[in-house]
């Protein structure tokens, strides 16, 4: 195909792929979300608990916390409700009295959906209470949260 004076090559528009955290203490469950969330275009940081998920964003108490600077901006922060050592309402109380990442858009997930969970949860500063098992509507409705 001759394109004359001009490049015949595809024009690629740079796409920003939205970086979430996804945070829950199962690994198939994580995996499961994980590929959800990629197959809406989003780049998935997985980790297996409340607190390593603060360490990775330099919000832990630990000294070897990557800290803001070396860590992708998040657009979403999905989390587990039921986890060992910290629970995913302990982990919203902390991500919403930070700075950093007081106005990142956080989902929690549970398989129980008592009403009284929700609302805690939605008042504590989640955008959105997701029942477990999470569905491809379920991570479209976030996306559209994202900032």
């Known amino acids: 195909?001759?394109?004359?004076?001009?490049?015949?090559?595809?024009?690629?528009?740079?796409?920003e792929h939205p970086h979430?955290?996804?945070?829950?203490?199962?690994?198939i469950t994580r995996k499961l979300i994980e590929l959800l969330f990629t197959e809406c275009?989003?780049?998935?940081?997985?980790?297996d608990g409340g607190v390593n998920a603060l360490e990775y964003l330099g919000l832990g108490d630990d000294d070897q916390s990557l800290g803001e600077y070396n860590t992708p901006k998040m657009k979403m922060i999905c989390i587990d409700y039921e986890m060992p050592r910290m629970n995913?309402?302990?982990?919203?109380?902390?991500?919403?009295?930070?700075p950093l990442m007081?106005?990142?858009p956080v989902a929690v997930m549970a398989s129980d959906?008592?009403?009284?969970?929700?609302k805690k949860c939605i008042e504590a500063g989640a955008v959105m209470f997701i029942s477990k098992p999470?569905?491809?509507?379920?991570?479209?409705?976030?996306?559209t949260l994202m900032k």
């Open 88 to 98: 995913g309402y302990e982990l919203l109380k902390k991500l919403k009295e930070s």
């Open 102 to 104: 007081e106005d990142v």
């Open 134 to 143: 999470v569905k491809e509507v379920d991570v479209e409705k976030l996306k």
């Open 1 to 15: 195909m001759d394109c004359g004076p001009y490049s015949c090559k595809p024009i690629r528009a740079f796409v």
């Open 20 to 27: 979430v955290l996804l945070v829950d203490d199962c690994e």
């Open 41 to 47: 275009a989003c780049r998935v940081i997985t980790s």
């Open 113 to 118: 959906n008592d009403p009284t969970l929700v």
